[in-house]
């Protein structure tokens, strides 16, 4: 199970933290994402980091503002999000691969598992 946090409302060009807690001894072995979905509109990848940690990827909206990072000790994945936009109001969802040390770089939505129930960020103009 995954558990997001964090969220909360901030102004333009603030920053917020997001946190990812998942169950299980085996958190190490496992890619993690973050994904958003603002009203009205689909599920939008945001970011990815690989389960060795060595590689990451974002979306083009979001690179440069936002950083994934993960602490396997605390079987924690984080997004650290700086120069908030309005357009980045969305519930923030995290997600792990659906396999363990999943060789993709780029990974599509059906090859996650274990979705966490989201965290609203609002970002007020």
């Known amino acids: 199970q995954l558990q997001a946090s964090g969220g909360g409302l901030v102004q333009a060009g603030g920053s917020l933290r997001l946190s990812c807690v998942a169950s299980?001894?085996?958190?190490?072995?496992?890619?993690m994402a973050w994904f958003r979905q603002a009203p009205g509109k689909e599920r939008e990848f945001v970011a990815r980091?690989?389960?060795?940690?060595?590689?990451?990827y974002y979306a083009d909206s979001v690179k440069g503002r936002f950083t994934i990072s993960r602490d396997n000790a605390r079987n924690t994945v984080y997004l650290q999000m700086n120069s908030l936009k309005p357009e980045d109001t969305a519930v923030y969802y995290c997600?792990?691969?659906?396999?363990?040390?999943?060789?993709?770089?780029?990974?599509?939505?059906?090859?996650?598992?274990?979705w966490g129930r989201g965290t609203q960020v609002t970002v007020s103009s």
């Open positions: 997600a792990k691969d659906d396999r363990p040390r999943q060789t993709k770089l780029v990974v599509p939505p059906n090859e996650y598992d274990s």
């Open positions: 299980g001894r085996t958190f190490s072995s496992y890619g």
């Open positions: 980091i690989r389960w060795s940690g060595d590689y990451t």
